[in-house]
């Protein structure tokens, strides 16, 4: 979940119930039409990024998070390209959202998605992110994951930040989520060769998604590379611009001592 949306979901939560945030393999050679735009190998912010970055026009608030989000590396590692259809799964308040409509540009497509409880504790951050189609090329969608509401076979792209380790949560304040068949409905909407990138708190090896989920907002990078790997995924390549050697894995993301500084992964999936 990202960092503001999920603090208000752990507030609420907090006052409902006290108990209760190698190389890559070679891939398969297919028709150059049916594929989506593959990634480059460089790193760093390009032109196109730092420019959206400095947008003056930008929603308020957004530069502030730039710095610790480490956007432009993550934007770099995903490596966007104009004229491309990508997903913000679980999107939040939308922050990564504008970034995307304007790499992609007039000719691409976002789509800012989000499930009930995303949509709830977003607040109406949307709203006025979106009004008077100040983003014309994004386009919302809602409802449960496993059935998203997107055309097969239409993205190049997918990113999720802070959000994967929620499909894995079990809370009386969150809808039954299958993250397998949340998975297969990603996968069916994406190209062949699109990519998938994945950012997340990380959790000591080995821990229960259920306990840890629910307690520390974290989930086992293992556990993440299995899921996708089981959706039809090839783990394409991962970056260290977001760890942090210094968070020992046991704190909540939202513990003042390492909030906007924890140990985080970043993988990026290919679909064949």
């Not at 593959?38 to 420019?51: N, V």
């Not at 990380?202 to 907002?217: E, F, K, M, R, T």
């Not at 790997?229 to 977001?242: N, P, Q, T």
Request: net charge negative; charged share 20%.
């Amino acid at each position: 979940m990202n960092a503001r949306l999920a603090c208000a979901l752990a507030i609420t939560l907090a006052l409902t119930a006290c108990s209760r945030s190698e190389p890559p393999p070679p891939a398969a050679e297919t028709p150059p039409a049916a594929h989506a735009a593959a990634p480059s190998e460089s790193t760093g912010e390009s032109a196109a990024i730092q420019a959206a970055l400095s947008n003056s026009s930008r929603f308020a608030g957004d530069a502030g998070e730039d710095a610790w989000r480490k956007s432009a590396d993550v934007l770099a590692f995903m490596n966007v390209q104009p004229g491309m259809h990508v997903v913000d799964y679980l999107a939040g308040g939308g922050y990564y959202t504008e970034l995307l409509s304007t790499l992609v540009g007039p000719e691409g497509r976002v789509y800012t998605y989000n499930n009930a409880e995303y949509t709830k504790y977003s607040g109406d951050t949307p709203a006025k992110r979106y009004a008077n189609n100040r983003l014309g090329n994004v386009v919302t969608v809602t409802g449960a994951p496993e059935s998203l509401a997107i055309e097969p076979g239409s993205l190049d792209a997918a990113l999720f930040v802070q959000s994967y380790h929620d499909l894995h949560w079990k809370s009386k304040d969150w809808s039954p989520t299958d993250p397998a068949k949340s998975l297969a409905a990603l996968v069916t909407a994406l190209k062949p060769g699109a990519i998938v990138v994945v950012v997340d708190h990380v959790a000591v090896a080995g821990s229960d998604p259920a306990v840890v989920v629910d307690s520390l907002h974290r989930i086992d990078p293992a556990l993440v590379r299995k899921d996708f790997e089981a959706a039809g995924l090839v783990f394409d390549a991962e970056s260290s611009i977001l760890a942090n050697s210094a968070d020992d894995h046991t704190k909540s993301v939202f513990d003042e001592s390492i909030r906007h500084k924890t140990d985080q992964f970043v993988y990026r999936f290919r679909k064949p």
